[in-house]
């Protein structure tokens, strides 16, 4: 079975089968405009007025749609195959397999969920502290009310627009994303 659509139905890929060989040609070289930093063989998208409208347009809408379909659990089936593709165990999800790599002290979150992987790094991290970055107040504040209910003091969040964010270094030793990077331009 292959994962290209059917009718418009999309089927459930064969995980055994070999991927195609794909040839990559390089970019060709352009010189870099003095008004952008980044090279031109990557999508760079400028801090300008017509950008800060549409980041404006865009926290505004995560903060009315902060509960959404993807806050919720998937249907059972979904979760287990999911679980399975990630982990190898229907009954193990992805973040559980996070304490397998040991005591973590200080983390960064990229993206605003529900709250159920943050507590669950919480619960089995006691010395774990939390910075959550996310573009939407509401989605922010949301979590943290959760997240302080149970977990006081341990975590603080940041407003911040992921695509310019500038991490402190050397500060995190676990980093995730939840449900973000894909809105991501740079």
Avoid at 50 to 67: G, I, K, M, S
Avoid at 92 to 102: L, P, T
């Amino acid at each position: 079975m292959s994962s290209r659509s059917n009718h418009g139905q999309r089927q459930r890929p064969d995980v055994g089968a070999k991927a195609p060989a794909v040839t990559v040609a390089p970019p060709s070289p352009q010189p870099i405009d003095s008004a952008t930093t980044a090279p031109p063989d990557i999508y760079y998208v400028e801090r300008n007025e017509d950008y800060l409208r549409q980041l404006q347009a865009e926290a505004e809408y995560w903060d009315e749609h902060a509960e959404t379909l993807l806050s919720n659990t998937p249907f059972p089936e979904i979760q287990q195959y999911q679980n399975e593709r990630l982990t190898g165990d229907p009954g193990r999800q992805w973040f559980e397999m996070i304490s397998d790599y040991g005591q973590f002290r200080r983390g960064c979150v990229l993206g605003a969920g529900p709250g159920e992987i943050e507590s669950h790094l919480l619960r089995g991290n006691e010395e774990l502290l939390l910075s959550i970055y996310d573009i939407s107040g509401e989605s922010l504040a949301r979590l943290q009310g959760t997240l302080e209910r149970e977990f006081p003091g341990r975590t603080d969040t940041r407003q911040e627009d992921l695509n310019f964010v500038t991490l402190p270094a050397n500060t995190f030793d676990l980093l995730m994303s939840n449900s973000c990077i894909h809105h991501l331009l740079n």
